[in-house]
């Protein structure tokens, strides 16, 4: 269950983390405003692909160290119908609720995704989005990866001097695999041997809805960029022993809720100067 008085931290850094980054923003503001208007949806060409570095700062939810850095870099490729997103980023982040962990353990977790989007129609403000994402969490005592199949929607709001980007998405974790250092006792059964250093049903099916602004939008020609993201999320307790058929029908019982916040900055650097009118 989420710890009310570790809530109200959590908010409260997420509000000065928020004011912080809106100051910030201002600054990115500015110069987005003494720039030439970026032209009409309607008339960006496909230009691929360009490159991109990421820092975030994220509030996290329950059972991971409050705050955490992460770093990153991708490439945006932004079209008038289709555009695609890939990044790699490596989070700084520990785990603090596991029973065998002794304190101030260190972890990290590594991520890969990739993000289709498509507009509604040539031009379109309107889109939806389908992607996917491979995260591998590394304690000491485990580690545990999976694939995340995600989809959503969003829209780019434009005027002629700003725009912005929100979208809203949904993701699943699918395929949790976890791998100790030394062997482990398990229920034996299908796919799952007496004793293994991995456990292929182990996990406890995270789903997520995140909640996405993005200043200035992507389609724009800008250089820098501001990000937040607030997520909240919903798990079972994490099977242990799959073929132990009791103890797995009540950790699939003990339900969770959690959330997150973060606030990043981009830098996307000038395109190739390829350009194509897909």
């Known amino acids: ?29 500015g110069e987005v405003h003494n720039s030439p208007a970026p032209p ?11 490159l991109f570095v990421e820092s975030d700062l994220n509030v996290n939810g ?3 160290q409050a705050v955490s850095p992460d770093i990153g870099i991708g490439i945006d490729m932004e079209g008038r119908a289709i555009s695609v997103t890939t990044t790699a980023r ?12 002794v304190p101030n353990e260190k972890g990290r977790f590594r991520e890969a995704n990739a993000e289709l989007l498509y507009k509604l129609h040539s031009g379109s403000s309107w889109f939806i989005t389908a992607g996917a994402e491979w995260c591998e969490a590394s304690m000491t005592p485990y580690l545990k990866s999976n694939w995340s199949p995600s989809a959503g ?4 709001f434009v005027n002629e001097v700003d725009s912005w980007r929100f979208q809203v998405s949904y993701s699943r974790d699918l395929n949790e695999v976890v791998r100790y250092p030394t062997l482990v006792s398990f229920t034996p059964g299908p796919g799952q041997a007496a004793l293994s250093y991995t456990c292929s049903l182990c996990g406890n099916g995270v789903q997520a809805i995140a909640l996405s602004g993005e200043y200035p939008s992507p389609n724009s020609s800008a250089h820098w960029f501001l990000l937040m993201t607030l997520e909240t999320d919903w798990f079972h307790e994490t099977i242990t022993d799959p073929y132990n058929l009791a103890m797995t029908e009540d950790q699939k019982s003990q339900h969770y809720h959690s959330g997150s916040f973060s606030v990043g900055v981009i830098f996307r650097f000038k395109p190739l100067h390829f350009r194509s009118t897909f």
Not at 3 to 27: E, K, N
Not at 153 to 156: E, I
């Open 1 to 29: 269950m989420i710890d009310p008085v570790r809530f109200r931290q959590y908010c409260a850094a997420g509000i000065l983390i928020f004011l912080t980054s809106w100051a910030v923003g201002q600054d990115i503001v």
């Open 40 to 50: 009409p949806l309607e008339e960006t060409l496909f230009q691929m692909p360009y």
């Open 62 to 64: 329950n059972g991971y």
């Open 90 to 101: 490596y989070d700084f982040v520990r785990k603090t609720n596991d029973s065998d962990q």
């Open 153 to 156: 929607a969003g829209h780019d």
